[in-house]
Structures are given as C-alpha cells and as structure tokens.
C-alpha cells in the first residue's frame, strides 16, 4: 500500500473517498465495490457537515466536533466510519482530520478546527509529552477527550481505547506461539514519541523476557536485549514513512540470516514486513507477528504468512469518542466513564479466526453505507 502525503490543500478530501470505498475492497472478503457507485452516494454526504480540514462548507445548525487521528492509515479509515455513524445517531457534526506530516500537522489542523467553532475534540496525540501546550488549547476551547493513544497528564476528560501495554504482552504471547524454542526478534514501529507505541513496545518486549508487568518501565532503542529464550536485537522507527518501513524490513532480513520473528506495532507495518519477506523468499522461515487489521494483514494471516495480529476496534473508538463528545457539548456529563477510561480490549486473532474477523469488520461497512445513503425522492416517478 503506497503512502502519498497529501498536500495541505488536498488533505481535507483524501481520507474520505478512502474511508469507504477504500475499506469496502479492503474488507469486504469476495469482489470489490465500483468506485463511481460509491462515490455517486457517499459524496453529496461529504461535501459539507463531515469534511476534515479548510475549504467552504455548507455548515449545519449541529453542535460541531472533531476527531482527530495521529495520520493516514487503514485503521483510521475504520475509525471513521463509527465516528460518521455516532454522529449521525447523536446529533452532532462531526469533521475528520487526518493529519499526513506529523505533529505541526496535527496543530494545524486542531487550531482551524477550533477556529471554526469545534466544541468537542477527540484526539490521538501524536506526541503528548511535547503537545501539552496544544491539548491545553483544546481543554481551554473545547471538550477534550483522548483515544487511540492516551495523554494522562493533560485536561482531557476521558481516554477510549485499550491498554496499549496489555495489548503488547498480548502480541508477545503470539510470539512465544510462533516461535515456540526462542530466536532473535526485531521490532517495527512508526514512531516512539506517542504513548500507544512506547506501551506496546514495552509490552511485547517484557513479556519476551518473561519480566513482571511494570507499564511504566522504558527500554531505550538501539539496544540488543536477551532473556533466557528471546533476544530483541532492536526496533526499526520509520516515522510514518511507508517506503522506509518496507526498507528497514528488508534490511532486517539481509543483515540477519538467522533472523526468527518480525514485528509490526503499526498497522501499516505487517504488510510491509510481509512484502519483504516474500521478495527475500523467507516466508515461513521468519515468523511474523502483527497489530491491527489491514486487509493486506488478514489474508497474510489466511494464507498461513502471517501467525496472527493483535486488533483493536478502530470502529468503536471513533463511535464511542463521537457519542461522549455529543453528550459533553450538550451537557451531559454522565457519558463521561468510571475512572475516565473507557477500556476497549484488545484480542488476538489467528488464521481460525479470521475469516469471521473479516466478515464482522464487514458487517459494520454495510451498515454504515445503507446509514449514509440517501432517501428516495417521494416526488419522483419510477
């Protein structure tokens, strides 16, 4: 899956066309949907009350909130569709920004949308131990809530989304499965600053080292770490880089022959680890083991490539983020969870599973098309 950054005038729309037609090929399991027929119904519902990003808009009487993402990925394309559907079931306007280049994008994009009169904001920050300014802004302007990745030392209201550290003990389960007598593993992430891929970073990592749970605990990359079975020689960070990530694979595979497992913590990542693999004819010599579920990342796992992946439910996140945020802007805080957390477990899916995985992902595709498309014209003739 190639990654084009889109320019600042052309990353409003993008994301869009993608979201549902991009994710009706990618999950709909047999054939893939026309896209002039998608596009024919979903874009008179895009052109105003959900677009993310500048440009005119025909603006509804709807409070206005904005779900925010930590950039472009096939995850987020998910998210959104819960985030459209809880918009339309609570009444609120909901704008989807997709930031391409990273933290100054993020800012951007937050600051216009809270410029256009954005009430509530649920974000995925990008990198929160240096955004404390901008999350403040937000608290200071809007309702402020956190999913995907976490920010606990700011003003944020609530957190949805599961515990990333859990989440990678989980991912180091399926690598002690595939990789049953121990070998040499590298990890692949996109980036280290936000709070979802240091957790599961460290999740997967103390739990091949068959260490006690301790979230808080760090180990630095650009360190080989052994225990008594595992050794991870590293972790590759490609920053969002598609190309690079499908590099650093496959420098993986020629620098180390011996090479046991690899790694995927992004949901791009498996599929660039797979395409390497592949190209290298290592698949089935080294193990992959995955996060999220790209397309690509499902048939890896059905064609037997691929041992398993650890999923969210990027559909809930954005649903569930949409639905307190309706309720905050209208004075409801009694959508805000116990604790401030609304927990979303992860799971793990292996090639038995799959398919029904597939099949469920699908299912809330269908039902968010028949929600978008429009009523028949009761003055029109057959």
């Known amino acids: 899956m190639a990654h084009v950054a889109p320019s600042p005038n052309t990353a409003s729309t993008q994301p869009h066309a993608e979201s549902v037609a991009g994710w009706s090929s990618r999950f709909a399991g047999v054939g893939r949907v026309a896209l002039p027929a998608i596009l024919s119904v979903i874009l008179p519902l895009l052109g105003g009350t959900m677009g993310c990003g500048g440009g005119e808009r025909v ?33 609120v306007e909901v704008s989807i920004l997709m930031p391409p280049n990273g933290v100054a994008d993020q800012q951007r994009m ?14 995925s920050p990008i990198d929160p131990d240096n955004q404390g300014d901008l ?5 200071a302007n809007a309702k402020l809530v956190t999913q995907d990745s976490d920010a606990p030392n700011s003003p944020r209201l609530a957190y949805v989304g599961m515990d990333n550290y859990e989440a990678g003990r989980m991912c180091g389960r399926l ?4 990789l049953p007598n121990g070998g040499d593993v590298m990890l692949f ?18 739990e091949l080292l068959d260490r006690s749970p301790d979230p808080q ?3 630095p990359p650009g360190q080989e770490l052994k225990g ?10 490609d920053n969002f880089d598609f190309t690079q990530a499908k590099s650093l694979a496959q420098d993986a595979l020629a620098r180390y022959p011996n090479l046991g497992a690899m790694v995927g913590l992004f949901a791009y990542n498996p599929p660039k680890l797979l395409e390497a693999a592949r190209e290298a004819n290592r698949i089935g010599k080294v193990q992959i083991i995955a996060f999220d579920e790209d397309q690509d990342t499902l048939d890896g796992i059905a064609a037997g490539a691929i041992h398993g992946t650890i999923v969210q439910d990027p559909y809930r996140y954005g649903y569930e983020s949409v639905r307190i945020l309706a ?28 398919e029904a995985f597939r099949n469920e992902l699908t299912s809330k595709l269908e039902r968010a098309k028949s929600a978008m498309a429009p009523a028949p014209d009761p003055l029109s003739t057959p």
């Open 228 to 237: 008594e079975r595992y050794t991870i020689l590293d972790t590759r960070i």
């Open 175 to 178: 690598v002690k499965e595939a």
């Open 59 to 91: 603006s509804s009487n709807l409070p206005k909130v904005a779900y925010v993402t930590n950039g472009i990925a096939s995850f987020w394309n998910i998210a959104e569709v819960g985030a459209k559907d809880a918009g339309r079931d609570f009444g």
């Open 189 to 206: 992430v996109g980036r280290l600053g936000q709070a979802n891929a240091r957790l599961r970073r460290q999740g997967v990592i103390d």
């Open 135 to 139: 999350l403040k802004e937000i608290a």
């Open 110 to 123: 937050v600051q216009e949308a809270l410029a256009r009169g954005v009430k509530g904001v649920a974000i």
């Open 327 to 354: 309720g905050l802007v209208k004075g409801d805080d009694s959508v805000l969870p116990e604790g401030g957390v609304l927990d979303i477990p992860a799971r793990m899916i292996r090639r038995d599973q799959v």
């Open 217 to 219: 605990r760090f180990d």
